[in-house]
């Protein structure tokens, strides 16, 4: 036992445990908030349109042609049926399909907070699994953009492989990343940010264009019949909220001379160069940000695309948009007991433009957090000389 405590690896192999035991609790933890305690506060909006969504291709339906309340690609319709059948086999079916898809989008959830912990270590992986954004958005909203985002860090994955010489690696990559984004076009535009970093045309056309062919061939089993529902519902649907940080830090006259969406573009565009040198995971992590922050349209489960990003690169910035994007969604928790003890928080503190703000400043602080902590200091200290001045009678 001596001999072990002056090993100098003895430091290391403790440390390593208490990870794997932090990791442990949070797992548990993480689990039970989203399954055990989510679900108690009953059905929504998008749990009705996921029943209603099984029940047509269960009939062997056209969902594009038969509801305006599914704007996604065909993967997740397949999914929501098939735990809907499993749910069939219980009593209460209806609870059973909630908890299953709860249980089912945890598993996403824990497969990102495994990906942060082998590649960004322990903290990030704790920070995003009990953030109480991704806890409701998965277990009470039931909104599966973890699951697209899951499937891109996989993506990633077999490509930072690709690197070591694995050809096929790389076509695996791209066809992972091509059914994240026909289950949820989150990463619609990745395919973009990583054809920058490739070399030779080829490989860069490839990368542009087989993920995306992928979304768009998943529609034409379905193009006959929902034709109108896929153009209208899936590539014109709209949330309903403008895009706040545009709105929020821009004037009016601006707004209406440069609409939204050609920032939001533009943003995915030009930050797709920037970033280009960037390592995948990292470019993976700083894309979600500038989908997030740019954004012409905003809706709660919107709030959760960043958080892998924020876990990440947590700074002032990032620890004050948990905070507001937290208590914009308690306090809109029915049942619960969040509205009323976070009711006397103003709602524009915690609204859309207030969280896209402080993604905003978030993201400048990754990059120029030295340049910010030195102006501080230096406001600081010259208020301070002030304010002594003040006090010793000097004008």
Known sequence: ????????????????????????????LGIALRVGY???????????????VAEIVEGGGNVYAETTRYNYGPPWAFVVNALARIALLFDNSGHVFMLLLAVFLTLADLGIMGLLARRFGTIPALIFILHPVSIVVSGYMRQFGNVAIFMGFLAVELLVHE??????RWWAGLLLLGLSITTKHILFAFPLWLAVKERGLGRKLLTLFVPVSIFLASFIPYWAEGRAGIMTNVFGYSPGTLQPLWGALVPPLLTELIPSRWVFF?????????????????????????LYIFSPEMANQ??????????????????????????????????????????WIPAPVVDYPVCSSLAFFGLIWIFYSTQ????????????????????????
């Open 1 to 28: 036992m001596v001999k072990e405590s002056h090993d100098p690896s003895f430091p290391e192999i403790r440390k390593r445990r208490l990870s794997a035991l932090l990791l442990l609790v949070a797992l548990i």
């Open 302 to 343: 919107y709030l959760a695309v960043p958080l892998a990003a924020v876990a990440v690169f947590i700074n002032p910035p990032f620890f004050l948009y948990s905070i507001a994007a937290s208590l914009h969604l308690l306090k809109q928790l029915p049942g619960s007991s969040f509205p009323d003890f976070f009711s």
């Open 38 to 52: 989510m679900p108690r506060f009953g059905s929504n909006f998008d749990l009705v349109s996921w029943a209603m």
């Open 266 to 290: 533009a943003a995915l565009g030009l930050f797709a160069l920037v970033f280009r040198r960037r390592p995948m995971h990292e470019s993976l992590l700083l894309y979600l940000l500038i």
């Open 372 to 395: 910010i902590k030195a102006w501080m200091r230096e406001a600081c200290q010259w208020l301070l000389r002030e304010v002594r001045g003040q006090l010793a009678g000097r004008a």
């Open 163 to 168: 690197e070591e010489g694995s050809t096929m």
